[in-house]
DNA sequence: AAGTGTTATGTTATACTGTAACGACAATTT
DNA sequence: AAATTGTCGTTACAGTATAACATAACACTT
């Protein structure tokens, strides 16, 4: 489906920073947020919402369900969906439409417009705030009439991380 | 998958201009790029590209298996799959990722950046040029140390006719 | 305690989307 | 002629996602 490549554990930026921060913060950002807002986390939403946040790679749903199967061995496909689909409206995860996969929302649960950059290398999602680009989107949806429900700026390319380590690595650059 | 509303015939905008010019042009200019070129827009190639500019609709996959079987009674997946990808490759069609769709492709098939408004309601597909969001990007990506490789921007929302023709019904607008 | 409503989960089956692999065939090149 | 290339047929499968219905868990009322 895609043209990407699969992807690589390898090729993960594990020690540009302390990553197990990454996850209890988002861990305990999310339970605050549907603590307040009524709704429930529960073991399995928080163990996808876990998993997902292992890396900051794009997960796909199917690889949740087999990391997810011994513990909750009864897990299914629509286990997984329904879990994902609620953090999705929650707003502590995205999906990323290009790749049919899932990556952690750094943005504290609320809904907003995204850039995310995702690297074909190394298959990372970098979430970027982009307040011009999306003041030149609001721009030109004005121009066309155009009532925005979402705003989803997938963009594929090699992240910088990516292009240092391989900058003599022709291939990536093509 | 999507949470967008199934394809809606009714809801195509047929009325707005002569559409047959709109399928008659494209396939010419199709044609000649791939006359110039010396690839070969066969038989199977031309009729998919033919259905999928029955509409400004995008187009999935399947159905154009459906369409085409009555004509190409071998059809399999494969079939259109192929015709899809050498299509694509030539710059005559869009994936529309966020729909798992295909579109045509207006702009006589060169590469370049695009800005795909795809209405909820009737399916249709706009590209824009949006010269000055694609300059904000390029700003943003140089600023993240990205090398981009694909630009492919999807926006889904209410297109300008159905808002104008629905500026009753407070469903769309939510 | 028993009944009721709501949310979450289990379970089965199925639909939809996309690709791998191999062989047949024709056109072109060497 | 032999090799090469491109296209298509064919089979089989992999991967993605949802529908539909049953059950469980819990909170709330009576
Ligand atoms: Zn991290
Ligand atoms: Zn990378
Ligand atoms: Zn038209
Ligand atoms: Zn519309």
């Given at each position: 489906m895609n043209t990407h490549a699969e992807p690589n554990p390898?090729?993960?930026?594990?020690?540009?920073?302390?990553h197990s921060t990454c996850i209890s913060d988002a861990l305990t950002t999310a339970e605050h947020l549907c603590a307040e807002r009524g709704v429930q986390l529960t073991p399995i939403r928080h163990k996808v919402l876990e998993l997902i946040w292992a890396s900051h790679q794009a997960v796909k749903a199917y690889e949740l369900l087999d990391r997810i199967k011994p513990l909750?061995?009864?897990?299914?496909p629509a286990t997984v969906y329904r879990a994902l689909d609620f953090l999705i409206e929650q707003g502590l995860i995205h999906r990323v439409e290009s790749l049919n996969a899932f990556v952690g929302c750094r943005c504290s649960g609320h809904q907003h417009e995204q850039l995310l950059l995702i690297?074909?290398?190394?298959?990372e999602v970098e979430e970027r705030t982009a307040t011009e680009v999306m003041q030149a989107l609001s721009d030109e949806f004005k121009q066309a009439g155009f009532i925005v429900h979402s705003k989803a700026i997938e963009v594929h390319g090699i992240c910088a991380k990516c292009a240092e380590s391989s900058a003599d690595n022709a291939e990536l650059l093509a």
């Amino acid at each position: 489906m895609n043209t990407h490549a699969e992807p690589n554990p390898e090729h993960q930026h594990t020690s540009a920073h302390d990553h197990s921060t990454c996850i209890s913060d988002a861990l305990t950002t999310a339970e605050h947020l549907c603590a307040e807002r009524g709704v429930q986390l529960t073991p399995i939403r928080h163990k996808v919402l876990e998993l997902i946040w292992a890396s900051h790679q794009a997960v796909k749903a199917y690889e949740l369900l087999d990391r997810i199967k011994p513990l909750q061995s009864a897990a299914k496909p629509a286990t997984v969906y329904r879990a994902l689909d609620f953090l999705i409206e929650q707003g502590l995860i995205h999906r990323v439409e290009s790749l049919n996969a899932f990556v952690g929302c750094r943005c504290s649960g609320h809904q907003h417009e995204q850039l995310l950059l995702i690297c074909k290398h190394c298959h990372e999602v970098e979430e970027r705030t982009a307040t011009e680009v999306m003041q030149a989107l609001s721009d030109e949806f004005k121009q066309a009439g155009f009532i925005v429900h979402s705003k989803a700026i997938e963009v594929h390319g090699i992240c910088a991380k990516c292009a240092e380590s391989s900058a003599d690595n022709a291939e990536l650059l093509a």
